[in-house]
């Protein structure tokens, strides 16, 4: 089973959250103080506390994770991630409301070793203002290993 391109996977909403922010502070390890101090933040141009670089993975917490396998026809126990990389058009702060879509890029095969052909499913997750603006994209690539 193959999804065509510009299918969407699914929808959540995500509310970037000072406490949240703190969390991800602490386990990634981040020593900058605009994301737990709001005058450092101020001092560096920000309204509010800035979100870590990693925060929109908070929308994976909110996704029907199951529905989402389902709905591409992956086989949960073959899926590895492949590699996942972002962009911002501008930083996240305490307080955005974000809608996080996801979409299918591309979905293909393709030969691996010992001959065995994995699926490669790329998606692209646009989070959105709620005055239309796209401020940040997550893009996975799945890879779904094939059966020797």
């Known amino acids: 089973m193959h999804v065509t391109p510009d299918t969407l996977v699914d929808e959540v909403e995500i509310q970037v959250e000072p406490g949240k922010i703190r969390e991800f502070v602490r386990a990634t390890g981040v ?3 605009v994301h737990t101090d709001v005058s450092a933040a101020r001092s560096a141009g920000f309204d509010t506390l800035l979100a870590t670089a990693t925060h929109v993975v908070v929308a994976g917490h909110r996704r029907d994770q199951q529905a989402f396998v389902r709905r591409l026809g992956l086989d949960i126990r073959r899926v590895v991630v492949g590699s996942v990389s972002w962009s911002f058009e501008r930083p996240l702060v305490a307080g955005d409301q974000l809608v996080a879509r996801r ?3 591309e979905d293909r095969t393709k030969e691996g070793r010992g001959g065995a052909m994995n699926r490669l499913v790329t998606l692209e997750t646009e989070f959105v203002s709620p005055d239309g603006t796209v401020v940040a994209r997550q ?3 799945l890879v779904e290993r094939g059966r020797p």
Do not use: G, L, Q, S
Request: charged share 35%; no cysteine.
């Open 31 to 33: 020593t900058d103080p």
């Open 139 to 141: 893009r996975d690539v």
């Open 103 to 105: 979409t299918v890029v």
